[in-house]
């Protein structure tokens, strides 16, 4: 099973970064994908999720309008479209999977991560 996540970079404020998740080595549509962002010294938190075929999503409230999630089970990726980015978005940014019979926010219950990408915005 592989995860990986890129697309990140330096960005300024107001700016906008498109995070791939690629994945394989599983049966990608039977998995709900959730991305996660930490901060330094902080918790890693879930900010966007989709479920295995894209009907219904979840977005944290700091991002919410300004940040997308996506995904094209033929190519077996999960996109995350970040406009308006916003200093406090600095972070690296993780990709992870839940088995779609299940359903929660909490990172523990999450399978599958990728390695992470960071993504910083200058103010």
């Known amino acids: 099973v592989q995860l990986q996540a890129y697309g990140g970079g330096l960005v300024q404020a107001g700016g906008h970064l498109r995070l791939s998740c690629a994945t394989s080595?599983?049966?990608?549509?039977?998995?709900?994908v959730g991305w996660f962002r930490q901060a330094p010294g902080k918790k890693r938190d879930l900010i966007a999720r989709i479920s295995w075929n894209g009907g219904s999503t979840y977005y944290r409230d700091s991002v919410k309008g300004r940040f997308t999630i996506s995904r094209d089970n033929a190519k077996n990726t999960v996109y995350l479209q970040m406009n308006s980015l916003k200093p406090e978005d600095t972070a690296v940014y993780y990709c992870?999977?839940?088995?779609?019979?299940?359903?929660?926010?909490?990172?523990?219950?999450?399978?599958?991560w990728g390695q992470g990408t960071q993504v910083t915005v200058s103010s």
């Open positions: 992870a999977t839940q088995g779609s019979h299940f359903y929660s926010i909490e990172e523990r219950y999450y399978d599958y």
């Open positions: 080595g599983f049966i990608f549509d039977e998995y709900d």
